[in-house]
């Protein structure tokens, strides 16, 4: 797959697709299969560009692992804000394409809906992969909302430029909400459910801790 070489062709890439997007998508059911995806990036002068993908799918019952994968490369596009997909999109399809089992849902710790341009992360890999995909953020990147309740799954709808783009919502008590979006076949209520499931001991979900893990794990092994 060919990906844009300049910011302004990415820019109207994201434009162009964004109409495909669907958030108004109910989860069929309780999904059986849940896969974050994350990437961790060399912050060393001498490794500039290393990145390394992860992808992990969790049995949605029990949270345990069901299959896992990494791969260090190199992100040819350059850091831009609101175009991080653009870096990673390319590590994260490679091992996509070898993954032996299909999950029902995609975490990805970044995006979907609530981006300036209404086209995250999870909006582009929903959209390549055919799988219904959102997105947690740890901090909200566009958007305001109202005070969010200290229970566990409270919340309050992000708002940018009159619309509801995500959810801040309370996934431990008392802890600092993370930031849900909905990014393709999914719609927000969906998104936040699942969320909710995979957060029974920590803030942010298991799938996105267990990618991260094994993300950071993959760029040591490379940069030792």
Known sequence: MTFPATPEEAIA?????????RVDVPLPGNPALVAGVDVAYADSEDTEGLVAGAIVILDAATLDVVESASLV?????????GLLAFRE?????????G?????????????????????GLACHFGL??????????????VGSHAPVGDAR??????????DVVGRALRT???VKPVFVSAGHLIDLDGACSVTLSLTSGYRL???????????????????S
């Open 89 to 97: 999109l390319p590590t994260l399809l490679s091992i996509w394409e």
């Open 205 to 223: 979900p298991e799938t996105t801790r267990q990618a991260d893990r094994l993300s950071r794990d993959a760029l040591r092994t490379a940069m």
């Open 99 to 119: 993954l032996r089992h299909r999950p029902d849902v995609v975490v990805c710790d970044g995006y979907g809906v609530a981006h300036p341009r209404r086209f």
């Open 73 to 81: 490369g190199r992100a040819e596009f350059p850091y831009v804000p």
């Open 128 to 141: 390549l992969t055919g799988v219904p995909t959102f997105g947690v953020g740890k901090t909200a990147f």
């Open 153 to 162: 799954g409270a919340s309050a709808d992000l708002m940018f430029e009159g």
């Open 172 to 174: 431990r008590t008392g």
């Open 13 to 21: 890439l994201q434009e162009r697709l964004r109409d495909r997007v």
